[in-house]
């Protein structure tokens, strides 16, 4: 069953801040998140860097290919 994260979950795509759309936990893991967010409008097409927090917990910064 998946469960709604309760903590505040926060996604920046470079340095601006997204929409999150879903925040879940993975059932049975620890710290394993699923989490949809909205890429914000005029990111510019290519290499994108996503920064996730979760609980204030910052995670490392990812790379995705925004088109």
Do not use: C
């Not at 979950?9 to 949809?36: H, L, S």
Request: aromatic fraction near 6%; hydrophobic fraction near 45%; avoid cysteine.
């Amino acid at each position: 069953e998946l469960r709604q994260v309760n903590s505040p979950v926060d996604v920046v795509v470079n340095g601006r801040e997204a929409q999150v759309v879903n925040k879940i936990g993975w059932p049975t893991m620890t710290n394993v998140y699923r989490v949809d967010f909205v890429v914000p409008d005029g990111t510019e097409p290519g290499m994108a860097t996503v920064g996730l927090s979760v609980a204030w917990v910052n995670a490392p910064d990812v790379k995705i290919q925004v088109k």
